[in-house]
């Protein structure tokens, strides 16, 4: 069964670089089969989109976040990873990383436990 | 942008049905999945392509399309299934989420 697990700093200064990376384990990252995404949730709120990416690099991010998200995926270690940077208050969140099928409709089947990042100094 | 409607909370009595709707337009065009989650803990996929259930979620849930609104609706509803329900979908190669809605068995 393939499970996904975020790691990264809990605590990061306002207007620095949030960093995260997600895990996959039980599983291969290198597959068409499937995509990998960026999900949050603010305390108290709802999901919100970060941004998808593909085995070979083709990423797709959330319009209102475009122009400060960057996502990588590093095959040989079956990770992938997300890069914010200037972040602010709002940026605190439950930050998950999860698997997309195109199979399942463009639905997330498979989710991380979430990492909970602050944004304060 | 696009975006997909739920109504904030819906209450509903045990063994009775619930009926979550999710609205957006032309999003009878579009797959809408579903996902359940309860507090503390990840999402759950409930529902994908408007009304398949992943294995290991009970057939009480079941999803539809009609027009512009998709709905997820759950029969015979226990108390274990409290919790925050999500619409979603794809709009030119976006993801959105519909704001969410707190289901409460009473």
């Known amino acids: 069964q393939l499970q996904m697990q975020e790691s990264g700093p809990g605590l990061v200064n306002p207007a620095e670089t949030l960093s995260l990376t997600c895990s996959v384990s039980g599983g291969s990252i290198s597959t068409s089969n499937y995509y990998w995404g960026w999900i949050r949730q603010p305390p108290g709120k709802g999901l919100e989109w970060i941004g998808t990416?593909?085995?070979?690099?083709?990423?797709y991010y959330n319009p209102s976040l475009k122009s400060r998200v960057t996502m990588s995926i590093d095959t040989s270690k079956n990770q992938f990873s997300l890069r914010l940077i200037s972040s602010t208050a709002a940026d605190t969140a439950v930050y998950y990383c999860?698997?997309?099928?195109?199979?399942?409709?463009?639905?997330?089947?498979?989710w991380g436990r979430g990492t909970m990042v602050t944004v304060s100094s | 942008s696009y975006e997909l409607t739920q109504p904030p909370s819906v209450s509903v009595s045990p063994g009775l049905t619930a009926r979550i709707t999710c609205s957006g337009d032309t999003l009878g065009h579009k797959y809408t999945s579903w996902y359940q989650q309860k507090p503390g803990q990840s999402p759950v996929l409930i529902i994908y392509q408007d009304n398949k259930r992943p294995s290991g979620i009970p057939e009480r849930f079941s999803g539809s399309v009609s027009g512009n609104t998709a709905a997820l609706t759950i029969s015979e509803t226990l108390a274990m299934d409290e919790a925050d329900y999500f619409c979603q979908a794809w709009d030119i190669n976006t993801v959105v989420f519909g704001g969410g809605t707190k289901l409460t068995v009473l």
């Open positions: 999860g698997r997309g099928s195109a199979a399942a409709g463009g639905a997330f089947d498979i």
């Open positions: 990416m593909d085995y070979s690099g083709t990423t």
